[in-house]
C-alpha cells in the first residue's frame, strides 16, 4: 500500500487493476460514445466511384469549341452504364454534386461560372482518394464520436461491435445525508454526491447502480459492500482520517488497499483497493472534492479515451494561493480573450460549495508550493462542458 502518492502515480498504481469488460454487437445507431473493441475496415472504395463535386458542367478540359449543352443532367444515383453511353465529346453535360462522372469528361465547370467558364480537374472526387476497400481506418479503443459513426456507416458497417458498459456501484456514506425530497432535521444534509457521480459514469460511458445510504457502521458498510454484483464500486465519504471515516477502515482491515491519500487539493484522501476482488475508489465526501477526484482519478481509469477536460494555459486575473505539497485545484472561470485564456475566481473556493463548481468552468492545475499573482500564466484543466 503507498500513501500520499502524487496524481499520476495515483492513476498508475489504478490502472494496474483495470476494470473488466466484455464486448457486445450493436446497431450502428446505438454506438455513441461506446469504445471499439475491434479493429474497422471499409467494405468499399471512397468515393465508391468517380463523381462531381459541384453542380456545373462535366467537360473535356482539352475542348476547344465554345461549349454547349442539349443533355439531360446526369443526378445523383444514375447508374454509371447510362452516363458512359449517353455522351458525346465535347457536350458539356450538366451534372450535379454526387453524380457520376461521364467516361469522356474529365473537369467540372461550376454553375455559377456559366457553361464556359474555367473547367476544374479538382472538382471531379476520384475512386478511393479518401479511402480504399480493406483499409482499417478505426482502431480497437476508438470512441464513437459523431463523426467516427459517420465514418463506420461510410465504410458499409451496419454494426460495430464495442465494449460491454461497466457496471459501477455508486454507494454514499455518512450518517448526515438524506435523500433530497424529505424535511431535513437538524445536522442533516443533502445527499448529493451520488446525482454528480452517476450523471459523470454516464458521460464516462458507465452504467451507474446507485445503492441507498449506509450509515457510518463497518457493519452496514461490510453488508452493503458484500451485496454487490457489479464491475466497479466508487463510494463516497468516510475515507479521511475521523474516527466515524469506516470506508477506509473496512478497506485496511478486510479489503485490499492499493493506495491512501493523494497530493491534491481538495480532493486529498481518496482511496483505491479491491473488494473481494472488485476494484474499489473510495472518493472523500465533500462534493467538490468528490468530483474533482472522479474527473482526475477515476474518470481516465475507468474510460482513458474520454476526456472530460483539457489542460490549457491561462492569463490569471486574481491572484490564487496554492498549496504545500499538493497540486491546488481553485475553481477559476476560463474564457478566451484575444489570443489567450484568461481566468477569475467568483465564489467561495470550500471543497463544500458544490455551487464553485457550476459557476465556473475548470480549474486551476497550480504546482505544489507555488502561488499565481495578478498576470501569471498557469496551467489550468477547461472542462469539456
Ligand atoms: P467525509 O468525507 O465523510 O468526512 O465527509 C466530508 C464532508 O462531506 C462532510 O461535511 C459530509 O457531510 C459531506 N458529505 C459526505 N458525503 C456526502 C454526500 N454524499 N453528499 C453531500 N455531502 C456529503
Ligand atoms: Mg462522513
Avoid at 173 to 202: H, K, M
Avoid at 226 to 243: H, P
Wanted: charge should be negative; aromatic fraction near 6%.
Amino acid at each position: 500500500m503507498e500513501t500520499f502518492v502524487t496524481i499520476e502515480r495515483a492513476l498508475s498504481i489504478a490502472r494496474e487493476t483495470p476494470v473488466k469488460f466484455t464486448t457486445e454487437t450493436v446497431p450502428l445507431n446505438q454506438a455513441h460514445n461506446r469504445i471499439l473493441a475491434s479493429d474497422l475496415q471499409s467494405k468499399v472504395d471512397d468515393p465508391p466511384f468517380d463523381n462531381s463535386a459541384m453542380d456545373g458542367w462535366a467537360v473535356d478540359s482539352k475542348g476547344t469549341t465554345p461549349r454547349e449543352s442539349t443533355c439531360s443532367p446526369v443526378r445523383a444515383g444514375t447508374l454509371l452504364s447510362q452516363v458512359e453511353w449517353l455522351t458525346e465529346p465535347e457536350d458539356a453535360h450538366p451534372i450535379m454534386t454526387g453524380a457520376p462522372i461521364p467516361l469522356y469528361a474529365d473537369a467540372i465547370v461550376m454553375k455559377e461560372d456559366g457553361i464556359n467558364g474555367k473547367a476544374h480537374t479538382n472538382f471531379i472526387r476520384k475512386t478511393g482518394e479518401n479511402f480504399l476497400k480493406g483499409d482499417t481506418l478505426l482502431q480497437t479503443g476508438q470512441l464513437m464520436t459523431p463523426s467516427a459513426i459517420s465514418l463506420a456507416a461510410t465504410m458499409g458497417h451496419e454494426t460495430v461491435t464495442v465494449r460491454t458498459k461497466p457496471r459501477v456501484a455508486v454507494i454514499s456514506t455518512g450518517d448526515e445525508l438524506v435523500r433530497p425530497g424529505q424535511e431535513l432535521i437538524e445536522g442533516q444534509i443533502y445527499e448529493s454526491n451520488s446525482f454528480g457521480l452517476c450523471a459523470l459514469l454516464e458521460k464516462v460511458g458507465c452504467i451507474p447502480v446507485v445503492h441507498n445510504i449506509v450509515e457510518d457502521s463497518l457493519k452496514g458498510l461490510r453488508k452493503t459492500l458484500n451485496s454487490l454484483d457489479c464491475d466497479a464500486i466508487i463510494t463516497s465519504g468516510g475515507v479521511s482520517m475521523g474516527e466515524f471515516d469506516y470506508v477506509r477502515k473496512l478497506m485496511e482491515e478486510e479489503g485490499n488497499l492499493h493506495f491512501w491519500k493523494v497530493a491534491m487539493r481538495p480532493g486529498g484522501p481518496p482511496l483505491f483497493g479491491t473488494w473481494n476482488g472488485t476494484p474499489l475508489f473510495g472518493l472523500p465526501g465533500n462534493p467538490v472534492s468528490s468530483h474533482l477526484v472522479f474527473m482526475l482519478l477515476v474518470a481516465p481509469w475507468l474510460a482513458p479515451e474520454i476526456s472530460l477536460a483539457k489542460k490549457v494555459h491561462v492569463r490569471m486575473k486574481d491572484p490564487v494561493k496554492g498549496a504545500p505539497g499538493k497540486v491546488c485545484l481553485r475553481r477559476i472561470q476560463i474564457l478566451a480573450e484575444g489570443d489567450e485564456l484568461v481566468a477569475s475566481t467568483h465564489t467561495h473556493q470550500g471543497s463544500g460549495n458544490i455551487h464553485s463548481m457550476v459557476v465556473h468552468n475548470g480549474v486551476t492545475y497550480l504546482q505544489p508550493d507555488t502561488n499565481a499573482d495578478t498576470g501569471n500564466i498557469i496551467q489550468a484543466l477547461w472542462f469539456n462542458d
